[in-house]
């Protein structure tokens, strides 16, 4: 079995645009670390890009990505703090979980499509995706 997570930093480009670009790297620096808090240490969590960030789980139960979701939604709950700003940051989340393991694009595809489902349901939020 294997998980698969992607995460993107709802609306980066509006805290740059509005803060600054030194402001967006505190908020992706900061995001980086709690998601690394979230996870077990053998898990590997990567940032793709941008404000795109990736978790991979090998030998998952099938809760396993709903529970780093639901763990991460909740230290993001918290502000984060630029200067003498506090600013609140929320995270759009595609958990794929398959029991037999896929290719690296059919898991990498399943997680885009269940990311694309919580950007369409409104963003903060997670959805999830169980393929073979």
Known sequence: AITLLYLDIDNLKTINDENGHAAGDVVITT?????????????????????????????????????IAKKFRTIMEKPVIVDDMKLMVTASIGVAYCAQTPSAKELGSLADKALYAAKSAGRANYQTVVGQ
């Not at 808090?37 to 990505?65: Q, T, W």
């Open 31 to 67: 995001f980086a670390e709690r998601l690394q808090r979230c996870v077990h240490a053998d898990d590997l969590v990567a940032r793709l890009g941008g404000d795109e960030f990736a978790v991979l789980i090998e030998n998952p139960v099938p809760e396993s990505g709903e529970n």
